[in-house]
């Protein structure tokens, strides 16, 4: 699986995705929107990218 994104104009903080993937999502709250973690681990290792972009209310998430 490729790395995910997050679409900045988009993402409303909500903070779903870095509740259920930490490994993966942060939220940037100086910025005012999530993104991937500088030093992530993989999607496929993590297991949790899928349902954090299945759960984002606004789509941001691409896989």
């Known amino acids: 699986m490729a790395s995910p994104t997050v679409d900045e104009d988009l ?4 903070g779903l995705c870095s509740q259920t993937c930490p490994e993966v999502f942060e939220l940037n709250n100086d910025a005012g929107y999530a993104e ?3 030093n992530a681990i993989s999607c496929d290792e993590a297991g949790c990218c899928e349902e954090s972009a299945d759960l984002c209310p606004v789509n941001a998430i691409e896989l």
């Not at 993402?11 to 909500?14: E, L, N």
Request: with cysteine; hydrophobic share 45%; glycine share 0%.
């Open 11 to 14: 993402c409303i903080a909500c």
């Open 36 to 38: 991937v973690k500088e």
